[in-house]
């Protein structure tokens, strides 16, 4: 099974706007992922990072303030992949 993340606040994503990611998965647990990370040449030190997929950031006024994510909302360390992949990411309560 993938490695669980603890879900953190909303408002203590200091890497940049929550994301909403149509999917995120585990990269060892994930083989198309691995395959596309492979064709962008990106090389991850462990199996266990967290790739969010197809995502799109999310307002941080709207923020535990009634915002909505219908998929997957996470916090990334680096979203510089044009919202086609988000790497390094946590799951997030909007709520908090």
Do not use: R
Not at 12 to 27: E, Y
Not at 56 to 69: I, K, N, R, Y
């Amino acid at each position: 099974a993938p490695a669980t993340t603890a879900t953190q606040p909303a408002s203590q994503c200091n890497t940049g706007p929550v994301q909403c990611c149509d999917s995120v998965q585990a990269v060892g647990f994930a083989p198309a992922v691995t395959t596309l990370l492979g064709l962008l040449g990106i090389v991850l030190s462990s199996v266990d990072v967290l790739v969010g997929l197809t995502c799109s950031p999310l307002s941080v006024v709207g923020v535990g303030s009634g915002a909505t994510c219908s998929a997957e909302p996470v916090c990334c360390e680096d979203n510089s992949f044009n919202g086609l992949i988000s790497l390094g990411c946590s799951p997030v309560n909007l709520n908090l």
